[in-house]
């Protein structure tokens, strides 16, 4: 809608008007920046602090139990990579131990990402994996500069687990053995036997008569 304004002459009291084209919608409009993107990426998956990790489990002649494990990258667009950097992650969701948090302590020195760590379930600090439980997860950060912390914050993630079922055999090979112990070379003919035996991933061994 176009605005009417007026003008008064002082000599003569004479009014002047016209009509004045209302400001741009870019004028009215306040710039829009959009957050920080600030968490954890999978490698291999787009969306930011989402995960999936399965598990299996194994059934046949060897049972048992594989801890699935992802990858993933601490990012912030607000304090990206640089030489010196380095990034510590805790989860601090309610049903993880806080004695300490599970946390993974993690190289930001280059490219748009930290160094990788490994998801895994679990509710306490781990060596070798970075402890998530299933659902929504807490997480605090802290970014340092050589031994200062320059940037810190929270974010959360959601992380889903499956399970999947796998048959698994042993392998398998005919031995000779001796009844009495013995070793072979000592062993005398009477008591030499042959048997199956079989071996499964991780070395449990068993036989076959």
């Known amino acids: 809608m176009r605005l009417l304004s007026c003008l008064t002459l002082a000599s003569g009291g004479l009014m002047i008007c016209g009509w ?5 919608l870019a004028q009215e409009a306040a710039p829009t920046t959009s957050p920080p993107a600030v968490g954890l990426v999978v490698d291999g998956q787009s ?4 995960a999936s990790i399965t598990n299996i489990e ?3 002649e060897c049972p048992g139990r594989k801890a699935g494990t992802v990858p993933a990258r601490f990012m912030s667009t607000a304090t990206p990579p640089a030489p010196g950097r380095r990034v510590v992650v805790r989860n601090v969701s309610l049903g993880v131990r806080d004695n300490p948090f599970p946390f993974t302590d993690r190289d930001y020195s280059q490219g748009r990402s930290s160094e990788a760590t490994l998801l895994s379930y679990g509710t306490k600090q781990e060596l070798r994996t970075f402890s998530v439980i299933p659902g929504v997860n807490n997480f605090e950060y802290e970014i340092k500069q050589d031994d200062r912390v320059i940037d810190k914050g929270n974010f959360q993630a959601t992380i889903q687990f499956q399970q999947e079922v796998e048959r698994r055999w042993a392998d398998c090979n005919r031995e000779q053995y001796c009844t009495d112990g013995k070793p072979l070379d000592k062993c005398a003919e009477r008591n030499l036997r042959y048997r199956i035996k079989c071996t499964c991933p991780g070395g449990r061994t068993f036989y076959r008569y």
């Open 20 to 24: 004045l084209a209302p400001p741009s």
């Open 58 to 60: 194994y059934r046949g």
């Open 47 to 50: 969306q930011l602090n989402a």
